[in-house]
């Protein structure tokens, strides 16, 4: 939760807000916080935008980069059945291969801790994920609902893999 320019987690739950305080943080004029949940509108809109069709729950930790008062990151925090996930890892088209996604991958394993966290990334970006402390594991030792999921992307025809931290 953002109070007066500062980030606060409330609890160490999974998909509770950050619980230390510490300045809003800001790289090259980027502003990394975490939604409102009164904006969670704008940023679905902002991702079915960018051809994101996940959504925000309401129950959803979401993570925003901004430069200048618009939207150039975001990744959502959720917990399913359970388990800690990072979804919706997107950055602007326009404002790809600068860092970005980098930077906001780093603020959102920093509020993790120990917690397990998964994710379903497109298999190229395994490194990229990787930066963040995620590895690959078998997709028999994955959690049934995402080899579900697994191998429905891979109907749609996408190649991507389970990644797991720490």
């Known amino acids: 939760m953002i109070e007066g320019g500062q980030l606060i987690r409330v609890s160490g739950q999974p998909n509770d807000q950050p619980v230390n305080s510490e300045p809003l943080r800001q790289a090259n004029n980027i502003a990394f916080r975490i939604a409102a ?3 969670y509108p704008r940023i679905e809109a902002v991702y079915v ?3 994101y069709r996940g959504g925000v729950l309401p129950t959803d ?6 430069a200048n008062g618009e939207l150039i990151g975001i990744v959502r925090r959720t917990c399913e059945y359970g388990l800690v996930m990072l979804r919706g890892m997107y950055v602007a088209p ?4 600068r860092g970005i996604g980098s930077q906001l991958l780093a603020r959102f394993v920093s509020d993790l801790d120990d917690v397990i966290c998964f994710c379903v990334p497109l298999a190229h970006l395994q490194t990229f994920y990787g930066q ?3 590895v690959p ?3 028999q030792a994955a959690p049934e609902f995402l080899r579900d999921r697994m191998a429905k992307y891979r109907g749609d025809g996408l190649d991507v893999l389970v990644m797991r931290r720490p």
Not at 61 to 66: D, F, I, M, N, R
């Open 94 to 97: 326009q404002k790809r291969r």
């Open 61 to 66: 930790v979401v993570y925003l980069a901004e």
């Open 37 to 39: 949940p009164e904006e």
């Open 137 to 139: 594991i078998p997709d």
């Open 132 to 134: 963040g402390g995620f």
């Open 49 to 51: 935008a960018w051809g």
